[in-house]
């Protein structure tokens, strides 16, 4: 093989070489345009990432606070409990004994009053009832002067 044979082989081979070059070029154009893409995207991922965080330090913080505040809250529910018991023992002890003295008073009061009124009503009831009995003398005596007149009339 000559110089000649060898340089169009050669060349031949540099133009394959060439062509593979090329087409690895546009792959590689295509790579680089993927690897942006990607790069933009990490940085998007990452931006987000950084909020996520930051809303989660916010999140822990706010959950902490809330913590105190439902501790604040047991604290004063327990307080309120022991005011409430406070409360029921002095009814069951201080007001239901009052108000059982109020009820014994007021029934002897009403008794008394009763005691007050019941000779009046008596008296009223013995009123009509020696009215009704004056009425019926009255007509006993009538009925009976007329039995005399008929026997003085008939004998």
């Not at 050669?10 to 154009?29: P, Q």
């Not at 009763?114 to 009123?127: H, K, S, T, W």
Request: a negative charge.
């Amino acid at each position: 093989m000559t110089i000649d044979e060898k340089l169009d082989l050669i060349i031949d081979d540099m133009g394959f070489v060439k062509t593979k070059l090329n087409s690895l070029e546009g792959r590689m154009d295509k790579l680089e345009e993927r690897m942006d893409k990607l790069e933009e995207r990490m940085d998007s991922l990452e931006k987000d990432v950084r909020e996520l965080k930051e809303d989660v330090a916010v999140l822990k913080t706010d959950v902490s606070e809330l913590k105190e505040d439902v501790a604040v809250l047991k604290t004063d529910v327990s307080d309120l409990k022991v005011s409430v018991h406070g409360m029921n023992i002095v009814i069951e002890n201080e007001i239901r004994r009052n108000i059982d003295f109020l009820v014994d008073g007021h029934t002897l009061l009403n008794n008394r009053i009763d005691g007050l009124f019941m000779p009046a009503n008596a008296i009223e009831v013995l009123q009509i009832e020696v009215s009704g009995l004056k009425s019926r003398v009255l007509e006993l005596e009538t009925q009976n002067k007329k039995k005399r007149k008929k026997k003085v009339a008939v004998g």
